[in-house]
C-alpha cells in the first residue's frame, strides 16, 4: 500500500515533488485537504539535509501555517523523527485500516434513507455543508460538476430528501483509494449512518473507480468501531505531523 492520499472533491490538485516527500495542494476543496506524504514509499528516510530541502520547498508553497504532513510509518521509516527533529510536531498517531471491496459489508438501508452516488454540483454542496457542519469547520462551496469515479468522489445519503450523511474517496492509484471525509449531520447521528455511507463509498469506489483495496484512518475509538462494522482492519500505522502554529 502506498503512502498515498490524494484529497477527494477535487478535480485538480497541484503536485509539488519535494526530495522524501510530495506536496498535495487542493485546488477545488477546503484546506484541511491539503498535505504532504512520503515520496518513495518503502525507503528509509535518513538525510536531514534532504529533509530539511524538502521542508523549505514545501514552505514555499504552501499557504504559510498550513504545511502538515500525513505519514505511514512502516512506509517511510525515519521520516516522522526528522521531522520533529525540524521543528515540527505530532498531532495523531492513528491506526491505517483496510478493505478489499468484496469483502465489504452493507448494512441495510432504514426506511426514508436513501444513499446515491453524487454525480451533480448540488449533491457535491449538499455533502460539504454536511461535513463542514460535522467537522465544525468553514464550508468552502465546491463548483461544477463532480470528478470521473477513478479521480475520486462521494456518496451522499439523505434522510426524508435531507442531506444526513456523507463519505468519499480519494484518487484511485494503482487500485487504491483512502476513504475520507465520513461524516454524519448531528441530527441525524446514532443511526448507523456513518456506517452506511463508508460501505457504500468503498463499493462505489470499486464498482465505478476501479479501486481493489481501500484504507482510511480512524479518528478515534467509535470511528474505529464503525469502520470495523462494515469489514476494515487494521494494517499498518499512520502519523501526522505540523509546523508549530498552524
Known sequence: MGDDGVPVLLQTRHVVPAGPFTGLIATDGPAYLSYAVASRPGEEVDDAREVAQGLELLREVFPAGTLRFELISQACPGAAELLQAAGLQVTARLPVMTLVPGQVRVPETEHGVTIEYVSSEAGRVAGARVAGAAFGMPVEVPTGPPPEPADGGSVLATVDGEAAAVASWTQVADGITEVVGVATDE????RGLGALVTAHAVRVAA??????????TPGGDDADRVYRTVGFTTAANAVHLVEPGA
Open 187 to 190: 441530527r441525524y447521528r446514532r
Open 207 to 216: 464498482e465505478l473507480g476501479g479501486a481493489d483495496l481501500t484504507w482510511l
